[in-house]
């Protein structure tokens, strides 16, 4: 896939999720994360979604997660709008794992990465685990995205370091 289209189906995506501006990025991550640190269920993220989601004035959140049992929970919450990237596999495993096993290759899941990199980078608010490069870096790319007076920020576990 060239680039460009890549860029295209990024932007692509978010549109056909319908997200406005004002939404809250959940990173939650299972994966080979538990290999590293203890993992945490949506339950623990959910006082976390609403305080964000109330100090925003939204009820749209956007979820980047690899684990499909995260997304099947999501209907438990009625009272968000959940949006999160489709039409690709979920990997609760390491990537490498995956790679091996032929159940992805590196291409589809870099795809699938930057959408919810960039899809994740323009939210308003972000709720994940700072322990997590990937949390780090979308904190990051909000921060450059909006400046730091509209970037808020939970972490489960630590705080942020550089």
Not at 119 to 143: D, H, K, P, Q
Request: aromatic fraction near 14%.
């Amino acid at each position: 896939m060239q680039p460009y289209y890549i860029f295209l189906a990024i932007i692509f995506a978010r549109l056909t999720l319908d997200i406005s501006s004002n939404f809250v990025a959940v990173h939650v991550r299972h994966g080979d994360k538990a290999t590293e640190t203890a993992t945490f269920h949506l339950d623990k993220y959910m006082p976390g979604i609403r305080h964000l989601s109330n100090a925003h004035g939204t009820r749209s959140i956007f979820v980047s997660t690899e684990d499909q049992a995260v997304i099947n929970a999501l209907h438990d919450y009625p009272e968000y709008s959940f949006k999160y990237t489709r039409g690709h596999k979920r990997h609760n495993i390491a990537i490498e794992e995956a790679f091996k096993k032929k159940i992805t290759t590196p291409e589809i899941e870099a795809y699938v990465a930057f959408k919810n990199l960039f899809i994740s980078m323009c939210a308003t608010s972000f709720l994940g685990t700072f322990t997590s490069n990937w949390s780090r870096l979308v904190y990051e790319l909000m921060y450059a995205h909006h400046g730091s007076e509209k970037t808020e920020f939970i972490s489960l576990d630590i705080g942020y370091t550089t």
